[in-house]
């Protein structure tokens, strides 16, 4: 999918450069390999943490996490007594990232909820440091005015496959996911109370900052 955006040349390199030894993640990346799941990767996962990071975030509500990849970068940014609330209607997969977070010795900073994303997104009081947004892409237009007011003054909305493998660049006649990430960029590049980034990494990231 990445090679539609980043060239397959400089993919390389970029996967080239990293190293880990973290035995968790490394398992984690073969199960999407062997199954085919669209899991963040390591690239955006590191940007996740960076992000996470550079912010002190303590707090992350993530929307559709599948079996914890995502989740575990965010796990291991927020530190000791901090909470990253995972979120999938699929339980297998909640059952999944409970075992693979408790295995990495993360279990007590993730909580975890099976069910509708955009329902625990309306429940939860808040407030987060980010709300990370990967669920199914014909929901994305709907987070904004449910993510923004439990979002902490400069406090990060990302939202992974901004790009959508190029197909963005096509407006008449689009698909119904990809109208929908069409329709949220450009309501996100509108919007006087965010500043927002698209990066053209691995599927295309965005990332907004609550002004
Ligand atoms: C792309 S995968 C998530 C990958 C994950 N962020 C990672 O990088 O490891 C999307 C997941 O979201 C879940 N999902 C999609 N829409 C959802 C929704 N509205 N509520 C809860 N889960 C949802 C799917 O079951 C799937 O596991």
């Known amino acids: 999918m990445s090679g539609e955006i980043v060239s397959a040349k400089i993919d390389r390199y970029l996967a080239g450069l990293r190293r880990t030894d973290d035995a968790v993640l490394a398992a984690m990346e073969r ?5 085919g799941f669209p899991i963040v990767g390591p690239l955006v996962g590191r940007l996740l943490l960076t992000l996470a990071l550079a912010s002190g975030a303590r707090r992350v509500l993530e929307l559709g996490s599948g079996y914890g990849y995502s989740t575990y ?10 909470l990253v609330i995972h979120t999938d209607f699929d339980a297998d997969n909640s059952r999944q990232a409970a ?6 010795g993360l279990g007590r900073r993730v909580r ?5 994303a955009l329902d625990v997104l309306r429940k939860e009081a808040g407030m987060f440091d980010i709300i990370f947004c990967d669920i ?12 923004l007011p439990k979002l902490r003054q400069r406090g990060l909305l990302i939202f992974d496959n901004a790009l959508w493998s190029g197909r963005v660049t096509t407006g008449r006649g689009a698909d119904p996911a ?20 698209i990066l053209p990494l691995r599927d295309g990231v965005s990332v907004s900052v609550k002004r």
């Open 136 to 147: 199914d892409k014909e929901a994305y237009p709907e987070v904004p005015a449910l993510a």
């Open 178 to 197: 990809t109208a929908a990430i069409r329709r949220l960029n450009t309501e996100l590049a509108a919007r006087e109370d965010l500043v927002t980034t």
């Open 99 to 104: 075992a693979y977070l408790t295995r990495a």
């Open 112 to 116: 975890f909820e099976t069910g509708d």
């Open 31 to 35: 199960e999407a390999d062997l199954r």
């Open 73 to 82: 970068w965010f796990a291991t940014a927020v530190g000791d007594g901090g």
